[in-house]
């Protein structure tokens, strides 16, 4: 049966990236059905949200999550479902030949998905790519606590196809964990928080992080982007407050080489840190899907969403130009960034300057005016994400001091 018009599928989560994604294809003409768990994401309240549909939330129920997706999948007016978390992906690449029926699938199989969210394969991956990675064993493999050290989980879904101890997918994991030198943790309590036995890596003494973004198509790139994070959400790092564009050579090089190591299909954000010792780019993680830091990316010039589209509808996919030494911001994660250097302590990571680091956001702001939700053409997004954040930190402030 002919499809009676374009549209698309995209889980309106919390962060910034989906709401980009409606926004793109939105302006383009394209329906834009959202979907989400939550009463009223940000997402929801854009101008070229065409529809919002409640579905079941993947962290309580996977399996309904899926034949949501599914029933959406089937409509005469869907293209193509967008991924933006583990869940998404791993849903999408689980069940590939449910959807392909009826909508294009520019992801990955499951037997490449696993490779990538099984952090231990991702290091053979890495190896056999010649990719630098830091020093990465289990926890039961690892020996020397002398040095600098953090844990994390080995899987970022915890599926049985990935590990026998999973009996139900569950996409919420333990966080990572900083480990000061001469300090052994308690391994029986480790692995009751992460939910499994999880990884000791090498810490890499540098804040700075690189991604390498690309879209591939049966193990080619067919678009790339690069952008260096000059703040997270913590003064120790984590997902992007502020951001620049940048085009290394020695960047794509890596990138390049582990996604076609993986014989790649669809969206992957390669995260590297660069050894201040040896200048190399050592591996972190792939994000298997859109990343956070989509709007930036977008505003740069290369329009992921658009191009997704395109290919999984059949369309010729060309590399675009981009702006190279162009910032972007998101505001609550500015706010977030400047509460972690008051509140918070990372043993491995010295503490900036409040006002040094103050001054330094509010100068980038003036230089380089452009944000992940705050939009003239679209204020919703960004007062539904402002109302959210208040919320949910005054609650987490009042279950604090009770």
Not at 24 to 41: C, F, K, R
Not at 126 to 138: C, V, W
Request: aromatic residues 10%.
């Amino acid at each position: 049966m002919a499809r009676q018009s374009s549209g698309v599928v995209i889980p309106a989560i919390d962060t910034a990236s989906s709401t980009a994604a409606i926004r793109s294809l939105g302006q383009q003409g394209i329906e834009t059905v959202a979907v989400s768990e939550y009463d009223d994401p940000p997402g929801f309240r854009s101008r070229y949200c065409d529809e919002s549909v409640s579905v079941p939330d993947p962290i309580d129920d996977l399996a309904g999550y899926k034949q949501a997706l599914l029933t959406l999948a089937r409509r005469d007016d869907i293209e193509t479902i967008l991924p933006f978390r583990e869940a998404d992906i791993y849903v999408l690449a689980k069940h590939r030949d449910a959807f392909a029926e009826y909508v294009g699938t520019p992801w990955p199989s499951l037997d490449t998905l696993r490779q990538v969210q099984d952090r231990m394969q991702l290091r053979e991956a890495a190896l056999a790519a010649g990719i630098s990675m830091p020093r990465t064993e289990t926890l039961s493999d690892w020996e020397d606590w002398e040095d600098r050290t953090i844990v994390k989980p080995r899987y970022t879904v915890h599926a049985p196809e990935y590990a026998d101890r999973f009996d139900e997918p569950a996409p919420e994991l333990g966080s990572t964990k900083y480990i000061d030198p001469g300090t052994e943790p308690d391994r029986k309590t480790v692995i009751k928080e992460m939910g499994h036995e999880p990884l000791v890596q090498e810490y890499i003494p540098a804040t700075d992080e690189y991604g390498f973004f690309a879209l591939y198509a049966d193990g080619s790139p067919v678009a790339t982007f690069q952008h260096r994070q000059r703040r997270g959400w913590k003064y120790a790092g984590g997902p992007s407050a502020y951001r620049e564009s940048v085009s290394i050579p020695a960047l794509e090089t890596a990138g390049l080489a582990l996604l076609d190591e993986l014989d790649w299909h669809g969206v992957a954000m390669v995260e590297f840190l660069r050894n201040p010792e040896t200048g190399e780019f050592e591996l972190m993680e792939i994000n298997p899907r859109f990343w956070s830091s989509l709007p930036f990316t977008i505003q740069a010039g290369v329009d992921f969403p658009s191009l997704y589209y395109e290919q999984a509808t059949g369309g010729r996919v060309t590399q675009p130009e981009y702006d190279v030494g162009i910032g972007g911001h998101l505001l609550w994660g500015e706010f977030l960034h400047l509460h972690s250097i008051l509140a918070e302590e990372y043993p491995l990571v010295e503490r900036p300057s409040f006002v040094s680091r103050l001054r330094e956001i509010s100068g980038s702001i003036v230089r380089q005016p452009r944000f992940d939700y705050l939009s003239q053409d679209d204020p919703g997004p960004f007062v539904g994400d402002l109302r959210n954040s208040v919320t949910t930190s005054a609650a987490d402030l009042l279950r604090g001091s009770s």
